[in-house]
């Protein structure tokens, strides 16, 4: 027998813990964890230690297809790429957009992206992990120059506070959410702003219940009470920062009182956050990429220069994301060139017939809904890359079958700017290849031989090393230790593991403030009477990883035990929930752990205002 472990990263969020993949007889058999490596320190969720059943999914793709007669019929490789080439050469660059994944490697991202720019000529590449990116990432730009979390998850186990909103660490990204608790035993004290007791809120210190979409207000109420009573930190504000009359006249109106009425609360908790916050050095954020808001980002790099928390272990906006290369694939160039398009513009410009042609790469953006569904029917040619049969593919012309991560090279940067390995264990299932490969492939077969001859995806890393400023200095080489590299590498043998000690960014080397006020949302109706609080979306990983499946079988909408009760809802029964946009059928999730008038759901189901009804036999 032979048997060996094979180091890796997980694939599924942006912690990137260190796995270890246990390979018997050329197969993943399993997932042992890492115990050097500094991210997760040997311990794994579930997904992480699951992660090799997605991998043996006997659902994987495991050829080309191409559809022929309103069928799938599988290809060569070589047939697949005279499809595309000839569908792509048919229409004009502008007309034609790509769709990256913030799951593939540094690697594959990197290559598409020169894919689109001198093989396509066209500046419409985005991935798709920036419909909740990309105001949090501008906004973290905007303050502090560089869009990227400020410091070291094991950072967060030095704060004294830290407040958390717009995310649930424990559930979502839960070795951050470890590091939480370490915290706390430390002697934090935990503030976490939700509508629900989630796992994180039921640890806290002070949870505070506030309504969905009214971070920003509570966060201005924080720092007009901090201002108030005079515990802002002068010097800091003085000396490391510029604006800050602007962030102070834009809070004064946020008082504890009219902060209350919007978020739901009582006044006194707004005070007694303030006070935790600003007798604490240091204090860290805790917010997350999914939160969707640039204000709310805003709102706390306010909060942490008002309190001169920024530039020091143990304090910062720490920013989770929900993929495993949110921040790489951003930082290799899989974003919008000059006039290019977002992904949500691309689908716009679908429905419209501007955009002709799609290449999709990792991404199912079909689970979106109705309206990405009917876009994706009206354009002349689809081609999806991707390892499993997703409801994205099923619409296209082309499928092409991808790699897992235990069968390919390459890195991944995680949410604290650590760039990690990926390491090959297996052989790919069937024929199917890392997506570098088969963007490589298809270039040359278009004409482009000299430019996408890649040896490895170790001669890739180079080019963007070369490429991208942050990764100068980093190689495969120094990346072989547990600790990998926090870009920028120059910051010490394992690079840098809080930005900013000595000066930002920005161009004049201070931080920026910023005037952020309270922009309500979609207000609640006699139709639609309850708020939404979004909750993480089970993934193409999640869904083809059955311990995970039977953990969370149906998607469900969690909702008030005395809500539930006064429309006739038992847990476990289906329920209809319906917003503007359209309606879904959940399953109904009774429980004390939301606050009345506030109902949760998958975050795919975009409204910030719904009505529930319940599903009658035969309905």
Not at 106 to 117: C, I, M, Q, T, Y
Not at 165 to 191: M, Y
Not at 284 to 309: C, E, K, P
């Amino acid at each position: 027998m032979d048997f060996n472990y094979v180091p890796s990263t997980c694939p599924y969020c942006g912690n990137g813990c260190g796995i270890n993949l246990v390979v018997r007889d050329g197969i993943v058999a399993g997932i042992s964890p890492w115990h050097r490596n500094p991210v997760n320190e040997g311990k794994v969720c579930i997904r992480g230690n699951k992660s090799f059943e997605f991998v043996n999914n006997p659902a994987r793709l495991t050829a080309p297809l191409i559809r022929k007669d309103g069928k799938f019929v599988e290809a060569s490789w070589e047939d697949a790429y005279k499809e595309i080439a000839a569908a792509f050469k048919a229409v004009k660059g502008d007309a034609i957009g790509v769709v990256a994944s913030a799951r593939n490697t540094n690697e594959d991202s990197f290559v598409l992206k020169n894919f689109a720019a001198n093989v396509l000529k066209t500046a419409n590449i985005d991935y798709c992990g920036r419909r909740c990116n990309a105001d949090a990432v501008r906004g973290l730009a905007d303050a502090f120059g560089a869009g990227a979390t400020t410091n070291s998850l094991a950072d967060l186990s030095e704060a004294k506070a830290i407040l958390v909103v717009g995310s649930d660490p424990l559930a979502e990204n839960p070795l951050a959410g470890r590091r939480v608790i370490i915290a706390q035993q430390n002697g934090a004290k935990i503030i976490v702003a939700d509508a629900r007791t989630t796992a994180t809120a039921k640890i806290a210190d002070l949870h505070i219940a506030c309504n969905p979409g009214t971070g920003v207000a509570l966060v201005n109420g924080i720092i007009s009470a901090i201002v108030k009573a005079g515990k802002e930190d002068k010097d800091f504000i003085a000396r490391k920062t510029k604006d800050y009359e602007k962030c102070r006249a834009a809070a004064a109106s946020a008082t504890p009182d009219a902060v209350a009425k919007i978020c739901g609360i009582s006044a006194d908790v707004v005070t007694r956050a303030a006070e935790i916050f600003a007798a604490a050095q240091p204090a860290a954020v805790v917010t997350s990429a999914g939160a969707g808001s640039g204000d709310l980002i805003r709102a706390v790099a306010n909060l942490q220069m008002v309190t001169g928390n920024v530039g020091k272990a143990g304090s910062g906006v720490n920013l989770l994301r929900g993929k495993s290369n949110a921040q790489g694939a951003a930082d290799v160039g899989a974003v919008p060139g000059e006039g290019g398009l977002t992904v949500p513009a691309m689908i716009d410009a679908a429905a419209a017939g501007k955009i002709k042609a799609l290449y999709v790469v990792g991404e199912n953006i079909a689970s979106a809904g109705a309206h990405v569904t009917d876009a994706l029917g009206k354009l002349d040619f689809l081609v999806v890359q991707d390892l499993f049969m997703t409801e994205t593919a099923a619409k296209a012309n082309v499928v092409l079958p991808s790699a897992s991560f235990a069968e390919r090279d390459g890195t991944v940067t995680n949410a604290e700017r650590r760039v990690q390995r990926v390491r090959k264990a297996v052989e790919p299932v069937g024929s199917s290849r890392a997506d570098w490969q088969i963007v490589a492939e298809l270039a040359r077969a278009m004409g482009h031989e000299k430019e996408f001859a890649f040896k490895d995806a170790e001669a890739i890393f180079n080019e963007i090393a070369k490429a991208v400023p942050a990764y100068a200095g980093i190689t495969y080489a120094k990346l072989e230790q547990p600790e990998a590299v926090q870009w920028p590498a120059a910051g010490g043998a394992f690079g840098t593991a809080f930005l900013y000690a000595d000066k930002f960014a920005t161009g004049d080397g201070k931080a920026a403030f910023a005037a952020v006020d309270f922009k309500a949302g979609e207000a609640v109706s006699a139709e639609f009477p309850f708020m939404v609080a979004a909750q993480w979306p089970m993934g193409t990983l999640s869904v083809n990883t059955a311990s995970i499946v039977r953990e969370w079988p149906n998607p469900a909408v969690s909702i008030n035990k005395e809500d539930a009760k006064s429309l006739g809802i038992t847990s476990g029964h289906p329920v209809r929930v319906s917003g503007k946009g359209g309606s879904a059928v959940l399953e109904a999730r009774v429980t004390a752990d939301i606050k009345k008038g506030v109902v949760s759901m998958p975050a795919t189901f975009a409204a910030a205002a719904v009505k529930v009804e319940k599903v009658t036999e035969g309905a």
